[in-house]
């Protein structure tokens, strides 16, 4: 070989070298790192979300769900409906609301707190009465909740939604006034309604059908059904609010909301029936 051959051919050699370098150093994004990298557009942001405490356990999933999808930071705060539409009102605490029932959001609409584009119904939230296992009162319909001795629990009506439709159902068919002697308390969340039942506390009370499903309930309560010509089924809406878009929270705020509104499954998961419109 002669010393001009072996030149050129050093000379393609660190070409070729240099080349796997450059190759190995420059990376190209390819679609599913890309679609990856978009997930978390939400790196280090940061909401509020004001919600109904009867609704914790699905929201709990779903606020999980999309903080690992979008880097998002999700502060919630669980509470009565109307300990939560007092948050929005007072504070602007709120750039999600979610309630326990369709009241709060119409009232927070009509007020200017809730961005009206942006509501959306999520389930149906359906009334029953739960009694202790066994159901030791014999209690099998709401006029069995004015019967001397039943020990009931309601819900609140000026606190938890559940409170004010049971009041409104007990009204509805004539037994507000007979039943409310027998009320040995009203809660201010729903949750502790099913507490009571569970633990033997009291006879009877109304509850959402979804808590049922709950791990404090199972194999401590029965359901007794509200026909539907007595009931007064609710709707679970989700909004962004008008605080969302004076903080500039606006974006993420929309995509949680609509995050939450897009994930039946979640809610089924837990009991409730999804709103079919």
Known sequence: MTSKTLVITTIAVIIIILAVIAGATYHTTTPKEHASTNTRSFEGQAISVCSGAGLMKPMNELIKMFENKTGANIDVHYGGSSEIFGILQTTCGCDVFIPGAWYYTEQGMEKGYILNGTVTNVTEHI??????????????????????????????????????????ILEKNGLWEKVKPNVIVFTPTANQLLIYIATGQADAAIIWEDMVTWTEAKGKIEVIQIPSEQNLIKTIPTAVTACAEKDGHLEIAKAFNEFIANHPEIWEKWGFKPWGG
Do not use: T, Y
């Open 127 to 168: 009334p029953v009465i739960v009694v202790p296992k066994g159901n030791p009162k014999e209690i099998h319909s709401l006029g069995d909740l004015a019967k001397p001795g039943v020990r009931v629990v309601l819900g609140d009506p000026k606190a938890c939604a559940i409170g004010k439709v049971a009041k409104q």
